[in-house]
């Protein structure tokens, strides 16, 4: 596209923008800052909403994909983010107008549909959310696919029989986005919280945020015995690999684990012994859920599980910084959230 492209609402938008896009060069993706034509606007007179960029986290996803660390990307070249959150400015749906304060994560954005690391976003109305009343785009932001997939679990777990009283909650890989936004979210609605991590530094934040008590990753025993001290009550777990296994012989009767990350490698061998004989619960958390189920979810975070503190979790950088943050990500060497600036 060229020149300027006239949208519904009677909005227009200049003919290039700024954007981390992910694309192959000697044979392998990786994220560069670029200046990219708007194209993808067009689809606005399908049925689009088109959105300026506000904020935006730089989720472990996200880094992989820019760093080329896996193989994220079904579509390049593609701007990476699977998150965005802003504001309206043109739609051909009548569900949203200009000037609405918004947000979509998931449907394959940052993957094969341009995503959330640029400063306009054009997708299907049918993606796109209000912000929740009560939460402004930058707590919306700080939030983000991370926040959600922390109140999924949640959810999913209180679902499954757990609540406050029933004993400790265990969330391992403490440090990460997801991870600490669980902590904060679980002591929020009165959770008894461990946090379990390999950042001997970190102990005291993760005490700000609500930890009762932090522990070392040793404390992650070798695998070996299929049952050991029934433990924690519930667990959130980001890292997977053995340390699933080792979660899963230490939970107490009935007690659900929800998985949503593999840091620690993607092979479970652990013992069905956990399972049939102390009914163990292992739930898988996908956040790219069905839209009753996000506005479920959101209503919730805006709601009990709204942590406190975002301010510590959270921190805004620039697009100019995103590749540097990215590295650091995939190398451990970050902590929270990294939520993009636009504006």
């Excluded at 997939?149 to 265990?170: F, K, Q, S, Y």
């Excluded at 379990?196 to 040793?218: C, E, H, N, Q, Y």
């Excluded at 479920?296 to 943050?325: E, K, S």
Aim: charged letters at 15%.
């Amino acid at each position: 596209m060229t020149g300027k492209h006239s949208l519904a609402g009677g909005e227009s938008v200049t003919s290039s923008i700024r954007a981390i896009q992910v694309a192959e060069s000697d044979g392998r993706a990786r994220g560069a800052l670029v200046q990219i034509a708007t194209a993808e606007l067009d689809a606005v007179a399908a049925g689009g909403v088109a959105i300026r960029t506000v904020h935006s986290g730089v989720n472990y996803k996200d880094a992989l994909a820019v760093t080329g660390s896996a193989p994220i990307m079904r579509r390049l070249p593609c701007v990476a983010g699977i998150e965005a959150f802003g504001i309206v400015e043109a739609s051909a749906d009548a569900r949203f107008r200009p000037g609405d304060a918004v947000m979509v994560h998931g449907f394959g954005i940052g993957v094969e549909h341009d995503g959330g690391f640029a400063e306009r976003v054009c997708v299907p109305a049918d993606w796109v959310m209000p912000v929740p009343a009560g939460l402004g785009l930058f707590d919306a932001a700080a939030l983000g696919v991370a926040g959600y997939t922390a109140a999924l679990a949640i959810h999913r777990m209180e679902h499954n029989g757990l609540t406050p009283g029933a004993g400790p909650v265990v969330v391992t890989g403490a440090t990460g986005g997801v991870a600490s936004l669980g902590i904060a979210m679980l002591a929020a609605a009165g959770y008894e919280v461990v946090a379990i991590t390999g950042k001997d530094d970190a102990a005291a934040w993760l005490r700000s945020l609500g930890a009762a008590s932090v522990l070392p990753r040793s404390a992650v025993e070798a695998p070996g015995k299929p049952l050991r001290h029934a433990r924690w009550a519930g667990a959130l777990d980001s890292v997977g690999g053995e340390t699933l296994a080792w979660l899963a012989s230490t939970m107490r009767e009935g007690a659900p684990i929800a998985a949503f990350g593999n840091a620690g490698g993607h092979a479970f061998g652990g013992s069905v012994l956990p399972f049939i004989l102390r009914g163990v619960q292992l739930i898988g958390i996908n956040a790219n859920s069905p839209m009753p189920l996000r506005e479920t979810v959101w209503a919730r975070i805006a709601g009990g599980l709204r942590p406190r503190g975002l301010d510590a979790i959270a921190r805004v950088i620039r697009l100019d910084d995103v590749l540097d943050v990215c590295e650091r990500q995939v190398r451990g060497e970050t902590r929270g959230r990294s939520i993009i600036g636009f504006h």
